[in-house]
C-alpha cells in the first residue's frame, strides 16, 4: 500500500537519473519498478526490478505489466516495443512517437528545420558517402565542423569536432557507421539548456537557463550553472524556443533542450533529451520543485511545480579518471562536506570507467562567481582512486 | 557496495523520523538496518529490515550485529541493551547515557537545575501521594499547573494542564502510574524549539530558533514556523541554553531541545529529545542541511553541515481525525501541490488513528505572514477520510 499515490511507476533504465527520480518521490511513497543491468545503480530502490536489456522487448513488457505507467531515462531503447504498448492503452510519457524522433538526431534537425526553429547549418549523408558529397560540405561554413552519429551517440560519444579539410570517408569510416549528420560549428560561443515541463493538459513551465562549460578534452559538461550569464532577452528567447520546440512534438514530459549561443547572440537549437537531463541536476538543491520531482508530476497528472531558483548554483559532474576501470574509491568528499551550500551525490557504480559519470555535486551560494570558485577548489580536492 | 560510504547505519524506530532519515541519505547510498514492526514507514527503504519490538533486547542486539553505527528515532526503546553494547564497543549515538537521563522527565528537570538552566518550578512524587504533598503543590504559582508521567509519555500523551484545585490522587490516579512531575505552567507565552547538532570532536551547531503554535484540543503542535518571531536577543539566548544543556549532557548527535518564552521574555527549558524531531522537519525544504542529514554527518563523523534557512517556512502536522481509524484515503493533496513552496510528506502508515501523525507539508514564502496563511489555506482542504 502505497498512500496518498497508489499508482506505480515503471522506469526504463536504473542508471543515476533513475536513482534520482525515485528520491524525488520517496516523500510520497510514489513505488517505482526498474528495468536495468544488475546493479544499475537505482536497483535496490526499485520495488520490483526486472534485470535485463534496455532493448529486450520481452523485458519492457514484463515492466509495463506491473506498472501503471512507463517513463525512461535513456533514450537507447526499444522504442517500437514502447509504441506498441502504447497502443494498447498503456500511460507512456513522452510518448514512444517523440522518442522514436529524438532517437534520430537526422530526423531532430528535420524537424527543427520544418519548424523554423533556428538551428545550425546541416546536411545528412552516408558515411559512405562522403567523398560524393563534398560540394554540399563546401556550403556549411566555418574551419572546423561537427560530425555525428544520427542513432546511438551518447555523452559525447558518436560526435566529433574536426578540422574540414580532414572530412573524408577514409578518416570518418572508423568511428562512425551508417546516416551522419554534418553541421556547422559554433564558434567561441556558449552551450545553454533550458528544462521544459510539460502537463496532459498542456500547462508548460521551464527552469530558467543554464549556461554549460564543457571540458574539450572529455567532450563532457566540466561545470554548469544557473542563472545563464545571458540578457534578459536571450534568456526569454531560449525559454520560447525550447517551448516551442516541445510543444510542436506534442511533448508531454520533462524535456532538456540544449542550444548554443554564438557571438553575434544568435540561438541555434542543437538537440533535446526526452528525459530528466544532466544540466538539470542542481534543481534538487536550488529550486522549490527539482526536474525529477516535476517528471513524476507529470507522470501522476498533478498539477506543475514551481521552477524559479532559490539560489545562484553550479553542477559539477565526478568523471571516472583516464587511467583507471574497476574497483575504486573516492577521496576529498570530506572536504566537499565542509563547504557551507554544497552537496554531495554519489550514483553508486559498482565500477569506475575512463569518463564514466559517477557522481555530481552543486554548490549554492549568494554569489555565483563565489559558487563557481567553491566548485573548483572542491573539483581539485575530489578524487577518484584505485582501492 | 556502497561507495564512497561503506558503513552502515542501524536505527531502532521505523517510523517517519527513520523514513525521512533514510531519504537524507540515499543521494549517498547510506546503507540503513531498521528495527520496527512490520509495516512501518521506513521498512522498505531498509537493507536489513528486523520485524520486533523497540524493547525486544535481543532484537536490538541482532540489529547492532548487522550495523557499524546505531542510532535511535525514538525514546521509548531499551536503553539498557544499548548500554550495554556500548561496553562492548559498538558506536551508539546520542549515548546510552543521555537517553537514561531523558528517557526519565523528572531526572531531565533535576539536571536542568542541577546545571542552573532556567527551567520551570516543579516537583516530583508518586501520583500516590499526591494529597500527602499539598503544601508542596502550594508553592508553585499560577492557576493551572502541568502534571507529566515521568516516563512514557509521547506526543501529548502523559501530559495533562490542569486547574490547580482538580490536583488530587482521585484525580489523577486513572490516568497516571507512578513517579509524576508537577510543574508550573507558563501562560501567555511562547513554545520554542531550538535543533541542536554536536560532533564526537565537540563541535556545535544550530539550527534557527523555530515557534510552535499548539492545537490544545489535540495537545499536538497544529503548526511551527521560522524563523521565530523573537527578538535578537531572544533567539540568541535560546540558542545558547540549548548548547549549553547538549554540552552538559556530552551529547553527541543531534538534540531538540524544546523551551518556553513567557510574556515577561523568560525562557524555559522544557525538555530535550535526542533525535530528529517533528520542530526540525522544515529544514529539508528550507536550509542547505536538513537535520537528518546533519544527522548521518554525525553518525559518519563527518563535517558539520551549514544550518542556516534559505527561506521562512511553516510546516503543519497532517493528523489523523478523531472520528476514523483504519484504512483511509487523503483528499486535497493536489491543492496542495498548486502552491508555489508547498511540499507534501507522507508517511506511508497503513492506518489512520485519531491524532496519529500521518505526515506534514512545508511551505516557503519570501514573507512569513504569506507561508503561513497558504498554509492554513492547505489545511483546510487537505483530509483524511474513509475509503
Redesign the interface.
Known amino acids: ?5 497508489e499508482k506505480s511507476i515503471g522506469i526504463v533504465g536504473g542508471g543515476q537519473l533513475g536513482k ?1 527520480l525515485v ?1 524525488s518521490a ?4 510514489v513505488r517505482f519498478n526498474i528495468l536495468d543491468a544488475k546493479g544499475s545503480p537505482a536497483a ?2 526499485a ?1 520490483a526490478f526486472i534485470e535485463g536489456s534496455l532493448t529486450d522487448v520481452d523485458r519492457i513488457k514484463e515492466l509495463a505489466s506491473v506498472s501503471d505507467i512507463i517513463t525512461y531515462e535513456i533514450e537507447h531503447i526499444d522504442a517500437e516495443a514502447l509504441l506498441q504498448l502504447s497502443k494498447e492503452g498503456k500511460r507512456i510519457v513522452p510518448s514512444p512517437e517523440i522518442l522514436l524522433t529524438i532517437q534520430d538526431k537526422g530526423k531532430q534537425k528535420d524537424f527543427y528545420k520544418e519548424l523554423g526553429l533556428p538551428t545550425t547549418k546541416y546536411i545528412l549523408l552516408d558515411v559512405n558517402d562522403i567523398d560524393l558529397r563534398k560540394e554540399d560540405i563546401e556550403k556549411l561554413s566555418g574551419n572546423r565542423l561537427v560530425v555525428k552519429s544520427c542513432t546511438g551517440g551518447y555523452d559525447g560519444k558518436g560526435v566529433l569536432i574536426i578540422e574540414r579539410e580532414l572530412i573524408s570517408k577514409k578518416h570518418l569510416s572508423a568511428q562512425f557507421k551508417g546516416r551522419i549528420l554534418i553541421e556547422e560549428c559554433v564558434e567561441n560561443g556558449k552551450e545553454l539548456s533550458v528544462i521544459v515541463a510539460r502537463d496532459d493538459a498542456g500547462h508548460v513551465v521551464t527552469y530558467p537557463v543554464v549556461e554549460m562549460v564543457f571540458d574539450p578534452s572529455k567532450n563532457l559538461v566540466d561545470y554548469l550553472f544557473a542563472p545563464a550569464r545571458v540578457s534578459k532577452i536571450i534568456e526569454e528567447e531560449a525559454r520560447r524556443i525550447s517551448i516551442e520546440a516541445v510543444k510542436h512534438l506534442d511533448g508531454v514530459g520533462l524535456f532538456a533542450v540544449e542550444l548554443f549561443l554564438d557571438d553575434q547572440e544568435n540561438l541555434f537549437i542543437n538537440e533535446i533529451a526526452p528525459r530528466p537531463h544532466n544540466s538539470g541536476h542542481h534543481t534538487i ?1 536550488a529550486c ?1 520543485t527539482s526536474q525529477y520531482e516535476q517528471l513524476v ?1 507529470i507522470l501522476l497528472e ?2 506543475l ?2 521552477t ?1 531558483l ?2 545562484p548554483v553550479v553542477m559539477t559532474n565526478i568523471i571516472g579518471p583516464p587511467e583507471l576501470s574497476g574497483d ?3 577521496i576529498g ?2 572536504d566537499l ?2 563547504v ?2 554544497a ?4 550514483y ?3 565500477e569506475t570507467r575512463p569518463g564514466r559519470k559517477m557522481g555530481h555535486f552543486t554548490v ?1 551560494n549568494s554569489s555565483l562567481e563565489k559558487a563557481i570558485d567553491q566548485a573548483h577548489l572542491i573539483q581539485d580536492k575530489l578524487k577518484i582512486v584505485p582501492v
Not at 1 to 5: D, E, H, L, T, V
Not at 343 to 346: E, G, I, K
Open positions: 500500500m502505497s498512500k496518498p499515490i534520482m528520491e520517496q516523500k510520497w511513497n535496490r530502490y520495488e538543491e522549490n508530476r498533478y498539477p511545480g514551481n524559479s532559490h539560489s575504486y574509491k573516492l568528499h570530506e562536506l565542509k557551507p551550500g552537496s554531495l551525490h554519489w553508486n557504480k559498482i549554492l
